[in-house]
């Protein structure tokens, strides 16, 4: 319930260095309460630092996936999800977090947890701007590239529907698609329709993911899968262009040295946001 929402919002929080932050684990993925899938269905790194915090903050995003999304490194030990240094190079982004480890996108699909999310962000006062979805990863070993599209694709017409745009973030390379040919030319598969469907929808924007893997990368962890410290904060300095391109289209990008100065200030406590709406958001 919204009530729900809220109290995860503002009550269950932890400090991190600049915000607030909420994380929590729970991985069983058998059918829960729908009220309180979207928090606590599966291992959810879920990171609300904010949106009773800033006054800085012009628009929310929403970064949803799995433990790319998460920011699964250092073989599992450390979480550097690209979600937190979007917020760096974008200081008037807020970008919360969902990285659900393993899970694959069809479980995504039944869990409803994106759009739960979303939905009730918005009915307490606190709408989501724009979706980052980066999904399709651990479906790859089906090899049914429109199966897996689908229900990737499935995720953001959830959102669509709640009248919130979507950014569609292509799946990763990885060193199992460049060793297994069949996974490799499914990954392709799924990008080229993934790529066609947001052509033909005016909410969704794809980008092929903007970190291409290579074995001799330093941007990679050894799993040959994850990416490392590097390879996340490399994401999100590539996908900020795309995001202010969406949110405020036309308008000049801030230099990265006063976006530092920016983001480097006392933030002020705030509870509650405007609505995009007020803020000037396009469309």
């Not at 392709?188 to 990368?217: F, K």
């Amino acid at each position: 319930s919204a009530a729900l929402l809220a109290c995860l919002l503002c009550g269950r929080r932890a400090w991190s260095q600049h915000s607030l932050a909420f994380d929590c684990a729970c991985r069983s993925k058998e059918p829960m309460d729908p009220t309180i899938v979207g928090m606590m269905n599966g291992e959810v790194q879920i990171r609300y630092s904010s949106r009773n915090m800033l006054r800085k903050y012009e628009f929310a995003v929403f970064a949803y996936g799995d433990s790319l999304t998460g920011g699964y490194c250092n073989a599992g030990y450390s979480r550097c999800p690209y979600a937190r240094y979007i917020e760096v190079t974008a200081p008037n982004v807020l970008c919360d977090h969902m990285g659900l480890s393993d899970w694959t996108a069809k479980e995504m699909v039944s869990a409803a947890s994106l759009s739960y999310t979303v939905a009730c962000a918005a009915r307490v006062g606190f709408p989501y701007d724009l979706a980052i979805v980066m999904a399709g990863t651990n479906d790859l070993e089906t090899g049914e590239a429109q199966e897996i599209a689908d229900d990737v694709w499935k995720l953001h017409r959830s959102v669509h529907e709640l009248g919130v745009r979507t950014l569609a973030v292509g799946v990763p390379g990885s060193h199992w698609q460049a060793a297994d040919e069949d996974v490799g030319k499914c990954a392709e598969e799924i990008n080229s329709i993934l790529e066609e469907r947001c052509g033909q929808e005016p909410l969704a924007t794809y980008i092929a993911c903007p970190v291409p893997y290579d074995d001799s990368s330093d941007l990679w962890e050894e799993d040959g899968l994850h990416m490392n410290a590097a390879g996340y904060e490399a994401l999100a300095t590539a996908l900020v262009p795309h995001i202010l391109k969406i949110l405020k289209p036309g308008e000049p990008e801030v230099e990265g040295q006063q976006q530092q100065q920016v983001v480097n200030e006392p933030r002020e406590l705030l509870w509650g946001r405007p609505p995009a709406a007020q803020l000037g958001a396009a469309g």
